[in-house]
């Protein structure tokens, strides 16, 4: 045991690529503005698209059959998204080991702040930031969500793609401007996101039990955990930037205000979809949901 865990925090923190990463433009795959606006506004105009000719096309909202995908994808992102949680925790802890020494006596930056607010002039570099552009790599992957929901003639399938496109934005903001937090959120999403397609690749492969946890909310539980988290993680990084906590301020505060911004609009529609009986939800709770008002009719 010693020795696989030895192996697994030198590959997923030890590492020479992983500690001498650096986040540019240049070199790094989707690293630019450029093509972060070409994906997202291609991405929304193909799946609008593609929904106004489905609405056109089959009158009724019946859904297109995409056999195993769904779930093949769940178990992917589940599996992806559980790497990058360990390799982002393993990280955290080693920059803090690393680093911790460098924190006494010039500035009163401990552990916790520093997980909540980078301290000024903190560059894209290093571990975190690795496992950060994973998780910003990771978003490309979730966003064939949006265009399953579309696929799938799920009701609120433009808020669903809207959000995807405002996840990808952010995450690559995290980077480029070294916004403060992000460790945290990157651990409690990749968390969830673990938890939730794991569970949605068991009910979608309909592994043993999966009828009778079909109609279990993950999805809702673990978005409802995921907002609270970034709540208390935003209003850390208020306390810490103008209540004078940090000393200096916050790193990537201008990034920060923009990022609330588009976490509202998250909010926003996770209550449009979850408020209307989970009409966005594509887990087991919806399923059963739709199962039970098909046969009412």
Known sequence: ?????????????????????????TGLWFSTWAFLLGFLASYVALCLALDAILAAVLRRRRPLLLGPVPAAHALLMAAVS?????GTLLSALAEIRDTRWSW??????????????????TRSS??????????????????ARGLFAVLRRRRGAAARVFAHAASVAMAFLWLEFSQSFQVLAILASTLAHA????????VGAGLPAARAARGAPVALACQCALLGCNLLCHVGVVWMHF?????GGCSGIGAWVFNSLLNAALLWVFLHCYGKRGVCDDDGGATAARARHDKDL
């Open 1 to 25: 045991m010693p020795a696989a865990t030895a192996t697994a925090a030198y590959w997923l923190a030890e590492h020479p690529a992983i500690v001498s990463f650096r986040w540019s433009p």
């Open 104 to 121: 006494r006596g010039r500035s009163r930056t401990t552990p916790f702040r520093w997980l909540l607010c980078f301290p000024p002039g």
């Open 126 to 143: 290093g571990r975190v930031f690795f496992w950060s552009y994973a998780y910003y790599l990771s978003r490309y992957l979730h966003a």
């Open 82 to 86: 559980a790497v990058i949680f360990a």
């Open 243 to 247: 209540g004078g906590v940090a000393g």
């Open 195 to 202: 938890v939730a397609f794991s569970f949605r690749f068991w």
